[in-house]
């Protein structure tokens, strides 16, 4: 495989980085975040290393948001996309096209088994938003719920079903949102413990439908592990009761595998399937292509029927970003990512426990499943002091980048972070990133 490009000597004090920093500061829109004290100004990678403009060089455990799914330049997704491009890059939905059409056809033999006929749009938000009307559409009601902590993406009905109001730039906007509590065992909300609790914050959700909808409900959008949220994942009884209820009151389930899909959580291809039920909406972006924009709303045919009138996504299937998604799936099919995502999550866990132990007061909890990790900083867990360590986990970000790593962060209150490698990533990856991570929590003096 071939490595970073030879290191160029860094530019006087990092003036290229700053060079891009200023930029990006004068042209763009001031609110799209960008994270470290001192943005990265990113230029090249390779599998899992990055390098920025000044030459310092970065182990990536976060992979442009959980997106870079088989690494950086991956030679075999690399040279389908110049292949296509070559050939044909791009047609509109209006035109059948080879790529298109075989990754449709991969989707429905990969996803769940009632899943069948996809749409294909360039973005999450869109997928979510697609299989919103498709649940409306298919049922003939309206009223949907969402999960408390959950996130959808950034158009005006994107932000009405997420639920966090630092990513809500104006009020709930489209009506007929209702939003369930959140499966957050770590701070639940009605103040109870698993498992004597019975799962309450599911049943919960029939209290919700019928003291709040029509009680004909259209649908209902849940993320398996709740990935902006914090990793936010629900016991195992979780989505059998919450689906139970959503049937009962005439819903289809829309599962969000925007962040859990293309075999993150380990050892399966979709999130959900480890919790025991079938969606009949799915959504998937990020990591499905490796990096090229593309979203996903898979659904069964009864369901995809629904839809009557024209639809067309001038960039809905783009043949580049099918050819990327295609070489994306095939690849971890032939090596067996998801196989890799199950050891490695669970070799990243271990470390992550112990690390737990190492700082008993200010690491209240690690949750996740495979190669999808989070660990929640507060205040003082030994005395019980829940409180989000916000300036903690600022100084440990800070002090990871140092040292050449690069995490993530989430949670409502931006005290999580969510630890996410390719799934090509390697024991020694780990074993790197969890002693950088010790060094770092030791440096910012965590306890
Ligand atoms: C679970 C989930 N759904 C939907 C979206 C929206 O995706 P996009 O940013 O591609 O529009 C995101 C983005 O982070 C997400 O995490």
């Known amino acids: 495989m071939r490595e970073l490009t030879a290191k160029a000597p860094p530019a006087a004090n990092g003036t290229e980085s700053r060079r891009i920093r200023e930029k990006h500061r004068e042209f763009l829109f001031p609110a799209t975040i960008q994270y470290y004290e001192e943005p990265i100004a990113l ?39 110049k292949a296509q491009v070559d050939r044909l890059s791009h047609v509109s939905s209006l035109y059948p096209t080879l790529p298109v059409v075989e990754l449709a056809e991969r989707l429905a033999r990969i996803t769940p088994k009632k899943l069948k006929q996809s749409c294909f749009t360039a973005s999450g938000t869109e997928a979510d938003e ?19 902590h959950g996130y959808s993406g950034r158009s005006m009905l994107a932000q009405s079903l997420t639920a966090h109001s630092t990513w809500r730039a104006l009020p709930t906007q489209v009506a007929g949102v209702k939003h369930a509590v959140s499966p957050y065992c770590y701070r639940c909300p009605l103040h ?14 029939e209290e919700l439908i019928r003291t709040t909808t029509t009680g004909r409900i259209a649908g209902f959008l849940a993320e398996p592990i709740q990935g902006v949220g914090g990793f ?35 050892g399966k291809w979709w999130g959900i399937e480890h919790w025991g039920v079938e969606p009949d909406i799915m959504t998937m972006a990020k990591g499905v292509a490796n990096g090229l924009p593309l979203g996903v709303t898979i659904a069964t045919p009864e369901i995809a029927a629904s839809l009557k009138a024209l639809t067309i996504s001038t960039f809905g299937g783009n043949p580049v970003s099918c050819a990327a998604a295609n ?22 866990r271990e470390g992550l426990e112990e690390l737990k132990r190492r700082f008993p007061k200010s690491i209240g909890d690690v949750r996740g499943m495979g190669l999808m990790q989070g660990v929640e900083l507060v205040e003082d867990e030994t005395s019980g002091d829940r ?14 980048k140092k ?18 490698p390719a799934l090509t990533v390697t024991r020694a990856d780990v074993e790197e990133a969890l002693a950088i991570l010790r060094e770092s929590f030791q440096a910012a003096d965590a306890r």
């Open 43 to 81: 230029t090249e990678g390779k599998g899992l290393r990055v390098r920025d403009a000044d030459g310092n060089d970065y182990l990536d455990f976060f992979g442009g948001i959980l997106t870079v799914s088989v690494g950086h330049a991956n030679e075999k997704v690399n040279a389908a996309i």
């Open 403 to 420: 040292r050449g790593l690069l995490i993530g962060k989430g949670g409502l209150e931006g005290n999580v972070f969510r630890i996410a």
């Open 192 to 205: 109870l413990t698993y498992p004597s609790c019975g799962v309450a914050c599911a049943k919960d959700i």
């Open 130 to 148: 697609t299989a919103v009307m498709m649940a409306q559409l298919s049922t003939g009601s309206s009223e949907i719920v969402a999960l408390r």
């Open 232 to 266: 936010i994942t629900p016991p195992p009884e979780y989505f059998e009761i919450a689906v139970g209820i959503v049937k009962k009151y005439g819903g289809v389930f829309i599962c969000d595998e925007v962040q859990t899909g293309s075999g993150r959580t380990g």
């Open 327 to 348: 070489a994306t799936i095939e690849l971890i099919e032939e090596e067996d990512l998801a196989g890799n995502a199950e050891r490695m999550g669970r070799f990243l």
């Open 387 to 400: 409180t989000p360590a916000k300036a903690l986990t600022n100084r440990v970000f800070e002090e990871s």
